[in-house]
């Protein structure tokens, strides 16, 4: 918890005002769980297997003061440090530093500014919090994200396990999620073509390519169908894209 609150401000807290602020922890906390996901989401794709670096602006106040705004500022604050450190034990976060800064731009220096330095894996993040916000009643894009080596969907709540984020089927799912987002057929192609593929130095046709892809997603349709998910391709041939997107029952995908 922030333990920088003056010993004035104790005194002359408005305890009214507090437990309303306490009040809306809840809200508090769903908050900053869109904040967090979208830091994470701001990371490119290409490195959210990694260990990430950010600091999370945590509230002021201002000391000897008894202000609504200085009471109600160090109250969230310690709501959001809290959860922080609740993500930390989780395992999901895998360090918390608080952090206070003295001072503003205008030199005052009764002024203390509250953030906290959060080291994570921004798939691991966001597909926790893909579930935290569900449960919030928030819509977010499907993810694909990894875990100690092996890959997750992360749809509705609904955590689905794909396999080793090595294999094709879990390359199919990362690169074409979110459903919906048209991808470059192309960058699909190279994507979910192994070294091993006998398609590596071919020069198919992009109809040839649909073809291929189309035999790619047979696999992953079988695992997502086995967890009541049902997928399939859709091509924009005028564009050269594909996407990914939830099959209706009895609806065949074109």
Known sequence: MITTMS?????????????????KEGTIKEELSGELFNLADGISPAYRKNLTTREIQLGFFIA???????IEDEAVGNIKLTYLESLQKSNIIEFVK???????????????????EIVFYPNKLMGFLKKDLSSFGQKVDQLAYSEHGIGFLSLNGQKVQIGSDKNINFKLLETLCPFGEEKAMETVFR??????????????????????????IKELQDILKKEGVRVTLGFNHKAGTVYLKEKEEGVEGK
Do not use: C, Y
């Not at 005052?108 to 500014?113: A, E």
């Not at 994507?191 to 790619?216: C, D, F, W, Y």
């Open 191 to 216: 994507a979910t073509t192994t070294s091993r593929s006998k398609h590596i130095n071919s020069n198919l046709s992009p109809l040839e390519k649909q073809g291929v892809l189309r035999m790619r």
């Open 7 to 23: 010993d004035n401000l104790h005194r002359n807290i408005d305890w009214d005002k507090l437990n309303k602020v306490l009040a």
């Open 64 to 70: 000897g003061s008894t202000t609504k705004e200085t």
């Open 98 to 116: 608080p952090k206070t800064t003295r001072g503003d731009e205008s030199g005052n220096n009764d002024i203390f500014f509250h953030s906290a």
